[in-house]
């Protein structure tokens, strides 16, 4: 063999070794993608189960209004049906999830904010130890939306740059969604103590 000839096999077999290395880097963040998704779905099934629970102790304690515990228990509902596949964080699914939780959190909001009205309730043990609870796992939530977010960055990164990217595209990999602040968050409360 020519001279010539070893240095392009040598250069060939380089780059399709560069090229393995990087798709299996690729193919390994994305399974971090993918764990921390789980952690992200373990969260907020902890919150799920919490909910009635929550629930049970506030018509056991109080004749409390309806209309807020059916809010809290349809929330909860919608969403616990959207599944959404670490093989799909899409941003436009990623939106669609990140609209029913934030639906739930609403509803668990109001409940909170209406059992402040019930001195008998807010006595109640289970009633704070539930509380305490539900407050424990917002924070968790936050937390692993944040990792979650963190890792989509890392994989986003390793997909979007030159030249990865060539090997992303041949490969399927594509970019994740991330989650992201709720529209209503973007105005700061109005504190009003006239009343």
């Known amino acids: 063999m020519s001279k010539g000839t070893i240095i392009a096999l040598v250069v060939a077999a380089v780059l399709v070794f560069w090229g393995i290395g990087v798709r299996n880097g690729m193919a390994t963040s994305e399974q971090d993608v993918e764990a921390s998704w789980a952690k992200v779905q373990t969260a907020y099934q902890r919150r799920a189960d919490l909910i009635p629970n929550l629930v ?3 018509q ?3 004749n409390f209004e309806k209309s807020t515990l059916t809010d809290v228990i349809s929330a909860r509902a919608s969403a616990t049906q959207i599944k959404l596949d670490a093989s799909d964080l899409s941003p436009e699914n990623m939106k669609k999830f990140q609209e029913a939780q934030s639906q739930l959190s609403g509803a668990l909001s109001r409940l909170m904010a209406v059992a402040e009205n019930y001195p ?3 006595a109640t043990e289970n ?3 539930l509380q305490a609870q539900l407050e424990g796992t917002e924070n968790r939530i936050k937390e692993e939306r944040d990792r979650f977010n963190d890792t989509v960055k890392e994989f986003n ?3 979007v740059t030159f030249p990865n990217s060539l090997i992303a595209g041949f490969s399927g990999f594509s970019k994740k969604g991330y989650f992201e602040a709720d529209a ?3 105005k700061a409360p109005s504190v009003d103590f006239s009343k």
Do not use: C
Request: net charge positive.
């Open 56 to 58: 049970k102790t506030v």
């Open 127 to 129: 009633f704070s130890e």
């Open 120 to 122: 008998t309730l807010k």
């Open 184 to 186: 209503s968050a973007q």
């Open 60 to 62: 056991g304690v109080a």
């Open 157 to 159: 990164n390793k997909v």
